[in-house]
């Protein structure tokens, strides 16, 4: 059974479309946002030799012209070398403004195919088909693109919504274990910064959804798509309430960037670590009961995600330097750092201007030198 969300935003409003088989009638459902029967479609090696034979025929079944652009998978591609490699081909293809440009893929090649398409002509249609957990339930909802520099990651992009986000959960089944968890931590963010309702239901089912079970996977990804839904259209542009969606992201990049936005540490990793520390830390402050935050690290660990620094690195982070690092945030303003913290479970905030001595002690508290 295929769910539908709204998010509503006047004219560019559109719909995510989340179930299983989405991917067979994927040319039927992109068809109508088509002038030319004709679409690219990025996406990386790794994706197009699972599932692009699957999606070619979805799309020539209905008539339309398949041209591939594949790049090589990794955070390594999200970049500016990769922008230019992607929206040279674009022009290759001399696609005009009235064409579509489809993002067939997770995260990375979904940020980079949104920028690609936000500048390319000063801006072309483009439909999200995450294949990744983390990408269905956070990065392909909202119109955040970017791509990452050597001073931090997404600190170029724009916003451009999607015309139409496919999240086909078969395409689940060949994720890997690690991937899978990565993505549940986004997951659970939701719950935690605002529904702990679906937190609580997570801790009960959270193994269901890891194991992919149909019924548990459905929910979990139509709800963390709803909420998202509600918040980008009260807030599209992150003026307010939409940073919470950032929950764990400044002590999570941080992380990333001291350790190279590889694959060492998964991006839903990262930010799992850093729901973890922002409770913490939240607790520290007097702002949150140390139950919640206990609670929280035990529900993160439970699904095998890391809530230390111990548990991302095996040796001592340097406070120091991923204190820097949060201060080249994009939310943080003026020199001030930015968090998202919690008065309690279910009830997050936004925290402007926190003391960057009690985040340098905090980190050493943690066990970082």
Known sequence: MTRRVAVGLGERSYEVLVGPGLLDGAGELIAPFLKRKRVAVVSDTTVWGLHGPRLTASLEGAGLAVTPVIVEPGEQTKSFEGLAEVIDR????????????????????????????????????????????????????????????????????????????????DVLATLPDREMRAGYAEVIKYGLLGDFAFFDWLEANGAKVLAREPAALTQAVARSVQMKAEIVAEDETEQGRRALLNLGHTFGHALEAEMGFGDRLLHGEAVAAGQALAFRFSAGQGLCPTQDAARAAAAIAQAGLPTTLADVAGTPFDAERLVRHMAQDKKAEGGRLTFILARRIGDAFVARDVDVGAVRAFLIGEGAV
Do not use: C, W
């Not at 195919?113 to 390319?120: N, P, Q, R, S, V």
């Open 90 to 169: 674009l022009l290759a293809l001399e696609l005009d403004r009235g064409d579509v440009v489809v993002a067939f893929g997770g995260g990375v090649v979904g940020d980079l195919t949104g920028f690609a398409a936000a500048i390319y002509k000063r801006g072309v249609a483009f439909v999200q088909i995450p294949t990744t957990l983390l990408a269905q339930v956070d990065s392909s909802v909202g119109g955040k693109t970017a791509i990452d520099t050597a001073r931090g990651k997404n600190l170029v992009g724009a916003f451009h919504q999607p015309r139409l986000v496919l999240a086909d959960l």
